[in-house]
């Protein structure tokens, strides 16, 4: 299959040459002016629409020094031109909309020539989920839908593809590295960063802290100013499922059902939007976020009457006492304290035949001192309290807590 490839890349390589005038450029005479237009061998997408195009080809060239004339679209970042051949070195360079490369071969034969630049908003990508949830685990199934606004159609390239959030401009990076005409931008990162594992089917080639690339299997054709979508991953992950209640939002709920699941995957699953199915039946549109490799994904699915809750005020009580406090010099006033008792009831009660996890929170004032709660808080703030309860099937549990705030107030007019 590589020797098919090579062949057709050689087919394709354009050429136009006419044998220059004698002159003398550099170390000898010109012994030809080739306009070449090379054939695109891979394309890298960042999520920014900036795109690394690699173009490779091959063709026989005689010995000495030769000027070639490189076919550029008209969007590239001429700053970012990286051009190479084989067995020979580039002596010259004349940059405009298509640059002039002088290049002395040093041996006659055939010889690879590469081309690799940047074109900002050439292509865009976005992973396109589908959820599917069972009892226990999900089936998260995604496709890469890729745009392509290359300027042209894009036939057999091998299509890489980066997620994540970077730390680093990638044009930036480009222009930093330097000196790569034999890698793509993400080859040339590999060598400064560790090499990501391998994973089926869509691995990571290389990682730049949160900045990951995918490189899909076998070559691909896209067409001009078409969306296409191509098979990304699936992956049946374990979940865990629970309720969420805040409250002192939701007096009377509904919870809401989220689930985490678990991606099992050596390589991280890309933020996008989901369709997601239960028993095989449409329930919402949600959202996946960026889930490194053994991370959970936090997944809210929707309101659900799985659990019935409520919030109540159980009681409330306000006590006045007046005390005698010091004053100024040998003085004392009078100071009324008032007492304020708050008593809240939050109330859970299953509705499934199966264990379910509750995660409740509420809301108390920030003055407010609490005076007892059954059961204790998982983990309680200045102003919020969060309990994680694991339900029975159809079990029901009554959160109970009490706070109380204290007024002093001087009586006024009082020596």
Known sequence: MKKLILAILVLMLTIVSATASASDEGTGKVEAITIISLPVDSVTIYPNGLATVKRTGEMEVTEGVHQLVVDLPTSVDMDSVRFSATN??????????????????????????????????????????????????????????????????????????????????????????????????????????????????????????????YELAGRKDLEMNKEVGFPFFEETAPIMRS?????????????????????????????????????????????IPFTPSGTEAEINVGSSSDLKVGRKLANYSTSEEMVIVPGAGNATQPMKVTTETWTYELSIKSNVDRNATAEVSDTKPLRGEMISAEPEPTEATATTLEWVLELQPREEVVIEYAYRIVTREVVAGSK
Do not use: C
């Open 88 to 213: 020979a070195s580039v002596e010259k360079v004349v940059r405009h909309d298509n640059p002039e490369y002088t290049l002395n071969v040093s041996s006659p034969g055939s010889q690879r020539f590469d081309l690799v630049y940047l074109m900002p908003r050439a292509g865009f990508w976005r992973p396109s989920y589908s959820v599917h949830i069972e009892d226990d685990t999900v089936l998260v199934s995604a496709q890469a839908v890729v745009t392509n606004r290359f300027g042209e159609d894009l036939e057999g390239v091998r299509l890489k593809l980066v997620s994540g959030p970077p730390q680093v401009e990638p044009l930036a990076l480009f222009r930093s590295v330097g000196g790569f005409a034999d890698y793509a931008l993400e080859e040339a990162v590999a060598e400064r960063a560790a090499i990501a594992p391998k994973a089926a089917p869509v691995p990571a080639t290389g990682e730049l802290e949160m900045l990951y690339i």
């Open 243 to 287: 309720y969420v209640w805040n409250a002192n939002l939701r007096n009377e709920g509904p919870v809401a059902e989220v689930i985490k699941a678990n991606n099992t995957m050596d390589d991280p699953w890309p933020a996008g939007s989901a369709l997601l199915y239960r028993n095989d039946e449409y329930v919402s549109m949600v959202e």
